[in-house]
């Protein structure tokens, strides 16, 4: 049975790192969540590493960027590894062919100029990736929606179509279907990688619950300075990424029920019904370490 606890603190001593989601855990989009932040620092004060582990189909820079205008204080993290630097790691070895179809928001347009230092030294070893329309593509980069305000996966059907009926693959920077902005539930990459396997496509993934992306939280863990064999606490409050993906990766993890699912379990967000959420879990067949109704 999954253990509800109170706060990050409880767990004092039991972990040498965190892999930690950003939205919904530590920020809405709009807001950070102070307690959040503070579980952070206190996890960072006993001497653990924080790594903010995101779905984010931009590359860790641009993330970076949108901690510090949300006022995330750099000392509450160590590292910072996306969903995007993982699928440009994908891409840059040819996983969808050379010549792409982009399929994204102008905001997502780092992805393809913009590399962590790692990744950019692999980048200046291989052929170059060019953009190039539908039809004369190998494959598709989805990092999203163009307008993820006002589009839904609908407004692309005609362009996945033509995608699957050309055979291309599909690389999704962004497994997460939804993500909430405020008070506003905006569709993801994976809503359409989902929606081009319904029709008969192929979707490649490197983002949670995908190893790709663990893997390059652990060698990045590694060369800042972690333990050979860390002890690693995933945190999120996606069910099917976050925590399944810890789970597939032998890790401990801990389910923030206040985030996506936040109306399951009982009335009070901050505390979490047991019983709703023993039910709920056993729909998932899916056990979290731990969970809690808010990161703190």
Request: proline letters at 6%; one cysteine or more.
């Amino acid at each position: 049975m999954t253990e509800i606890i109170r706060s990050l603190a409880n767990l004092a001593g039991r972990y040498d790192a965190v892999f930690c989601d950003l939205w919904g855990c530590l920020h809405n989009g709009k807001t950070a969540f102070p307690t959040a932040v503070a579980a952070l620092l206190g996890f960072r004060a006993t001497g653990g590493k924080v790594v903010l582990l995101t779905n984010a189909p931009r590359p860790k820079s641009s993330v970076v960027r949108q901690l510090d205008a949300l006022a995330v204080p750099r000392d509450a993290w160590d590292i910072v590894v996306t969903s995007g630097d993982a699928a440009q790691m994908g891409m840059l070895s040819g996983a969808v062919g050379r010549k792409v179809h982009h399929i994204g928001a102008l905001k997502d347009e780092p992805f393809f100029t913009d590399f962590a230092e790692d990744l950019a030294a692999y980048a200046a070893t291989q052929p170059a990736i060019t953009r190039v329309a539908l039809k004369e593509a190998d494959g598709i980069v989805c990092t999203g929606l163009a307008d993820d305000l006002t589009e839904t996966p609908d407004d692309y059907r005609a362009a996945l179509l033509l995608g699957k009926t050309l055979g291309l693959p599909m690389l999704c920077a962004n497994p997460d279907i939804v993500v909430d902005m405020g008070d506003k539930r905006l569709y993801c990459a994976g809503a359409l990688a989902q929606a081009y396997e319904e029709m008969g496509g192929t979707a490649l993934y490197f983002g949670k619950p995908h190893p790709p992306i663990y893997d390059l939280a652990r060698r990045r863990l590694a060369e800042a300075g972690g333990p050979s064999d860390p002890q690693i606490l995933c945190i999120g409050d996606g069910i099917s990424t976050d925590i399944q993906g810890g789970i597939a990766e032998g890790l401990d993890t801990l389910f923030i029920t206040g985030g996506l699912e936040a109306d399951r379990f009982g009335p009070d967000i901050e505390n979490p019904e047991q019983a709703r959420l023993d039910d709920w879990l056993d729909g998932k067949e899916l056990s979290p370490t731990f969970a809690m109704g808010r990161l703190r």
